[in-house]
């Protein structure tokens, strides 16, 4: 808790972050619980830029100082950390625990990544309370802001470039429909292959150039369409669908990416949908972040998603 620290101001109704977030415990009212995934390890695996283990420490520090503006609480679950590259699916695994066990006590969890293995993570939490609730074939939408698929075939290494090929695994394996929409993708950064593997799937794609303030109300009625056919949500954000300008601090910056401003009216969809269960935000690197800007981006986003809508 010593991160949560910044101004107080003297004059009624101005709390920030800092001074409304308090430690998880037993017996809280449900509300939003923030809990780190500080792993690289999928990261390092993809041959990827490390740094996003120390990614939570610094969203918790950009979103301190933030003006409050909830009326629900918001509490701080702790971390859970992976300790080297070989401890990653163990790692994912505790956080699947952590997860379930907050969705069981009716919290919203909210991961602070961590690279984007922590999708797997996040899912197979939510599939587990899921289970625990006798859902026989729940229909749970995957909302990925990214520029990449993340679709790679896992093989014998999984890594972040794999997780929705491993939830897809899961589903089939589970007999659940795999239901996946990743907005901002980059042509240029994914492979024929991996938007073939994205039309097998039925994956809702929408590629970074169409991302203009003319066609954005086109693309949040997509989402919408693909929303009103799941009964569950799960949201994950790789801060690098954002543009270098805004996020130069991830693993693979964007040449060109998709704006901050066109990206809140898709978070302010999923979170006013009231089907969300589950939120995470991937990708920050910290060591190559210019004067704070992603964890900036990164505090901004997850300020807009716990708006009291």
Request: hydrophobic share 45%.
């Amino acid at each position: 808790m010593s991160l949560w620290a910044g101004r107080e101001d003297s004059e009624p109704d101005s709390l920030r972050w800092h001074q409304a977030i308090t430690p998880l415990k037993r017996g809280v009212n449900t509300g939003i619980a923030l809990l780190g995934f500080a792993c690289d390890a999928g990261v390092a695996r993809n041959q990827g830029r490390i740094g996003a283990a120390e990614g939570p420490r610094a969203i918790r520090r950009a979103l301190a100082p933030l003006a409050w503006h909830r009326t629900a609480p918001v509490f701080d679950a702790g971390d859970v950390n992976c300790h080297g590259n070989d401890d990653l699916e163990a790692a994912q695994q505790r956080l699947a625990e952590r997860v379930a066990a907050l969705l069981s006590a009716s919290h919203l969890p909210l991961i602070l990544g961590g690279g984007h293995e922590v999708a797997f993570g996040s899912w197979s939490g939510l599939a587990r309370h899921l289970q625990a609730q006798a859902e026989a074939r729940p229909r749970v939408g995957i909302i990925n802001l990214d520029a990449h698929f993340d679709l790679r075939d896992p093989g014998r290494t999984v890594s972040s470039g794999t997780p929705f090929a491993q939830i897809a695994a899961e589903c089939d394996r589970r007999g659940w429909p795999f239901r996946y929409a990743c907005l901002g993708v980059s042509r240029a950064s994914n492979t024929r292959a991996l938007f073939a593997r994205a039309r097998e799937l039925g994956v809702l794609v929408r590629e970074d150039r169409e991302f203009t303030a003319q066609h954005l109300d086109a693309i949040v009625r997509d989402l919408q369409r693909f929303m009103a056919h799941c009964d569950h949500l799960y949201l994950t954000v790789d801060l690098d669908v954002l543009p270098a300008a805004e996020a130069p601090g991830v693993s693979a910056p964007a040449a060109r990416g998709v704006s901050l401003a066109l990206l809140e009216p898709l978070i302010e969809a999923v979170r006013d949908s009231g089907k969300l269960r589950l939120a995470d935000i991937a990708e920050l690197n910290p060591g190559f972040d210019i004067d704070g800007r992603t964890a900036r981006a990164a505090a901004r986003l997850i300020h807009q998603l716990t708006l009291d809508s």
